[in-house]
């Protein structure tokens, strides 16, 4: 049984986010402290981001991601090192596609690819979840891989992520809001909140790199942002939202 002192979700689960993406985003645990990285890409390169897997490019004031591999979505990478951070970005969506956007370690051997934690973002919901104790640990990786041991896998990342109910319209601009603090991720969308998820993976002590992975059809970003987070001291808990 895992114990309620390392893992504890708050889940909330609105039946449709269609906000308007002008509006503030909430600070649910966090205050801005000091900006760390700022990027609008009114530019022709790619500047501080790598492309770890084609394909990213910077066109008319966005950075664009293309799934180009038939294997594996896009990738797109800054390196910051970082801890707790409040990440703010806009997206576009041109299709019903999906993106991630994860933190990763490269240093931290394990987990598959170094990853800590990530936002799965689709047209009808958003998974919060930790990767460096869940489903990306080396073991449980391997293990959900192996028909025999899948169920197991799954009960060893229960309370590891949640997935909240949306609606997000392509060719429409969002607003996303990200804040990790200790332990504790959450998420907002055009100014609402979506969820959050406590989990101990989540507070692994050096985040060294934030990126994009985008699967399928284009997806547009911009006004990305990154500002070291200040805790407020709202520890949300078993708290849960409702529409």
């Known amino acids: 049984m895992i114990s309620k002192t390392l893992i504890a979700t708050c889940l909330l689960t609105l039946t449709y986010l269609n906000a308007v993406a002008g509006e503030p985003a909430a600070e649910l645990i966090a205050t801005k402290g000091d900006l760390l990285?700022?990027?609008?890409?009114?530019?022709?390169?790619?500047?501080?981001?790598?492309v770890i897997i084609p394909g990213?490019?910077?066109?008319?004031?966005?950075?664009?991601?293309?799934?180009?591999?038939?294997?594996?979505?896009?990738v797109g990478?800054?390196?910051?090192?970082?801890?707790?951070?409040?990440?703010?970005?806009?997206?576009?969506?041109?299709?019903p596609t999906r993106f991630n956007v994860v933190f990763d370690d490269k240093n931290h051997k394990g987990s598959h690819a170094g990853h800590i934690c990530r936002i799965a973002v689709s047209p009808q919901q958003i998974r919060?979840?930790?990767?460096?104790?869940?489903?990306?640990?080396?073991?449980i990786f391997a293990m959900r891989r192996d028909p025999q041991q899948k169920l197991a896998a799954e009960k060893l990342i229960q309370g590891r992520g949640i997935a909240s109910k949306v609606l997000i319209k392509h060719d429409q601009w969002h607003t996303m809001q990200v804040e990790i603090v200790g332990q504790q991720m959450c998420v907002s969308l055009n100014g609402r909140p979506?969820?959050?998820?406590?989990?101990?993976?989540?507070?692994?002590?050096?985040?060294?790199?934030?990126?994009?992975?985008?699967t399928g059809q284009p997806v547009l970003f911009d006004d990305v942002k990154i500002w070291r987070a200040v805790s407020n001291d709202r520890i949300r808990g078993s708290t849960t939202w409702g529409s």
């Open 128 to 139: 919060i979840g930790d990767d460096k104790d869940g489903i990306m640990r080396n073991d």
């Open 77 to 95: 990478r800054v390196y910051l090192p970082m801890k707790d951070v409040i990440v703010s970005f806009r997206f576009r969506l041109t299709a």
């Open 194 to 214: 979506v969820g959050c998820l406590q989990s101990s993976g989540i507070a692994h002590p050096t985040k060294e790199s934030l990126h994009f992975t985008v």
């Open 56 to 74: 990213f490019r910077v066109s008319d004031g966005v950075l664009i991601g293309t799934q180009d591999r038939e294997d594996h979505g896009a």
């Open 37 to 50: 990285f700022t990027d609008d890409f009114q530019r022709k390169g790619l500047g501080d981001w790598k």
